[in-house]
């Protein structure tokens, strides 16, 4: 076995795990390229048999460009908080998989569980909430050195299309966490597209200011929240599924289908561009024997359009509330929309609103929504 330095990227010894190509030479068996460290120049991740571990924490840098091949997986070290993917401001990740050879991120543990590592966050630089003084600038959440935001807004950080994360989510404290796939300030000239979250520790996937839009995003177990909307995002989601299967346990005390605030954390409620989304199509499942504590809790300044939704819940599973829109640090805007069909079979109780603002709610009894789970075939997932 001999090792070899990856030229195509430039590592920080100091900070990072040296970066290598392990190429076996003695044996018929594949090649293990481990990856962490500064990505400062253009890599390309083929599907040619490697073996790609995820052993550290990989930033893509300003300027360069991270590809993925079509059918690749990347298997992450067990690790937790120290091993993520970050796409900084200004880099890209190509993740342009399809129907038949999906693009998938998991864990390299013999028994998965979620939390096993960090997932995948990407920094753009469109804009953010804001005092009116401030700049459109912010720290990600788990690394306050690295910056999001901007005036951008068709800013592009690539592509993920036929994605698929897993057993992503590690947690670092109440306040700081790592999601399935976390979008800091991306830009609506970034694709995202066709992407399945499963057996996530924290949220499946989260929107922290930005303006790039998302089509057929299917999570599975988030422990957290399926959906979130935070710092300012101005997006349109379209056929957005979120499954809770039974048994499956929550690890915070408020875990939602979709949670949304205008600002970030309700911390700044005088920000200037507040969180103004679409939601077009959304369905949510609740298989798991508890009370969660909204299916759609949008509040702290938030404007919402949300037309095609639907919510399910099966024996022993509730909400707390359908639709709340009331929060002590600030409301959702009168000017929220929401369309939603309850199935009020198993006792959910499609009357259960909190509308402090006044806003438009249109909610009636069904037992369909308008999301195709034949959108998500590729995924192998059975409904």
Not at 23 to 42: A, F, I
Request: charged residues 15%; hydrophobic residues 35%.
């Amino acid at each position: 076995m001999k090792k070899i330095l990856l030229t195509a990227l430039a590592c920080s010894t100091l900070l990072f795990n040296s970066c290598t190509t392990e190429d076996d030479s003695t044996t018929s068996g594949p090649s293990t390229e481990n990856l962490s460290g500064n990505l400062t120049t253009n890599l390309r991740l083929q599907n040619d048999g490697t073996e790609y571990v995820l052993n550290g924490t990989l930033l893509v840098k300003d300027g360069a460009t991270l590809t993925i091949d079509a059918g690749v997986t990347i298997k992450a070290l067990a690790g937790g908080t120290d091993v993520y993917i970050l796409v900084e401001k200004g880099g890209k990740i190509i993740a342009d998989g399809t129907p038949s050879n999906p693009i998938r991120f998991t864990s390299n543990a013999s028994n998965p569980a979620p939390g096993d590592w960090g997932g995948l966050i990407i920094n753009g630089k469109a804009p953010i909430s804001r005092q009116a003084s401030s700049a459109s600038n912010a720290a990600t959440e788990v690394n306050n050195n690295i910056f999001f935001g901007g005036d951008i807004s068709n800013d592009n950080s690539g592509i993920l299309d036929h994605v698929i994360l897993e057993y992503t989510g590690a947690r670092i404290d109440d306040e700081t966490e790592h999601n399935g796939l976390t979008l800091n300030g991306v830009g609506s000239g970034t694709t995202i597209s066709n992407i399945f979250i499963k057996n996530g520790d924290d949220d499946a996937i989260e929107f922290f200011g930005g303006t790039v839009n998302a089509s057929n995003i299917l999570v599975v177990n988030p422990k957290d929240d399926m959906f979130d909307f935070s710092q300012g995002y101005t997006g349109t989601c379209s056929n957005l599924y979120g499954i809770r299967e039974a048994g499956y346990t929550a690890v915070t005390s408020d875990p939602r289908g979709i949670e949304a605030d205008g600002n970030l954390d309700g911390n700044s409620p005088t920000d200037i561009n507040q969180s103004n989304f679409t939601i077009n199509g959304i369905t949510i499942i609740h298989k798991g024997g508890i009370e969660l504590t909204d299916a759609m809790k949008i509040r702290r300044g938030a404007t919402a359009t949300i037309t095609g939704a639907y919510v399910e819940v099966g024996t022993s599973s509730s909400f707390a509330d359908f639709i709340d829109l009331n929060d002590s640090r600030g409301n959702a805007t009168a000017a929220t929309n929401i369309t939603a069909v309850g199935n009020a079979a198993n006792g959910l109780n499609i009357n259960d609103n909190v509308n402090g603002p006044s806003a438009t709610l249109t909610v009636s009894n069904g037992t369909s929504g308008s999301v195709a789970t034949s959108l998500f075939t590729w995924t192998g997932y059975s409904f």
